[in-house]
């Protein structure tokens, strides 16, 4: 009667999950892939089907079935048609961050309430009633990883509450106030550029909130990228000529950026092919050109 489609750590979790009672529910799984992550859980989600004995596919490659009365869409990043009798597991709390990316765009912005709604999908994407959420309370500093880690298990929860609402025709929704709406834009590899202008501590929430499992924030040192995945922020000191961008002091800890406001340190640098990068014998360092 219902068919998953899964994605991610989100999607192996809420399988992995699934009470045994809600199992024979299942029709099938559709699962997809995602090249701009270090693990798509794709692998994991297929072997898991197969141990509990259900269908899956990968995305594209699922079969016709009529006997579907209900889809979930957990993790998911494409659309599917037609979006009558889907549900979808959205990693905000609606209206707030409707479209792309919204836990990253929630942890840059430092919000210190994230959550997952249950929506009734239509034809305009994350504006449907609501059938469910939870809120989490975070605090600072969070890494996207870890974050992701947490929203899995209520995804988890929260396919299992869905599922017992709808097998026990309990399951209820209610519009959205448009009203309090805000939207989150697709991300491209321009988005994980550093902006040395910010403040050590919204630079350093940049830093956690595009690393693993995605590709790391990136800056620029005399015309090549690097990435950072780790940093600390550090309280500032008077500069008479400040430059952000520009290293401080070169420490064991690692090298003192001056931003806008504050200083950031990191030790490890990389490049896209995630090899160290040194500075031994440097020590006039300007990023982000």
Known sequence: MVRLYLLGKKGFESLKKLKPRHLSSITDIVVGQ????????????????KELNLLSYIRNYEKENKSIKLSIAIGWRWIISPATNLLVFHDSLLPKYRGFNPLVTAL??????????????????????????????????????????KLARLYADLLNEVLKDYLGKRLSSYPQKDNLASYSLWRDEDDYEI??????????????????????AKTKLNGKWLRILDAASEKDVTIANRGPGKVLFKKKEGVYIVCGVGLLIVKDFYDDSGNLVSFENKFRLKFGQ
């Open 34 to 49: 995602d090249k701009n992550v270090s693990n798509d859980f794709s692998s994991e989600i297929r072997l898991l089907a």
């Open 108 to 149: 840059i912005n430092g919000d210190t309430t994230i959550g997952v709604t249950v929506i009734e999908a239509n034809e305009e994407f994350d504006t449907g009633n609501i059938v469910n959420h939870v809120k989490l309370n975070i605090s600072y500093p969070i890494k996207i990883e870890n974050a992701i880690e």
């Open 195 to 216: 902006d040395w202008n910010l403040s050590a501590t919204e630079i350093k929430r940049f830093i956690d909130a595009v690393g693993p499992p995605y590709k790391g």
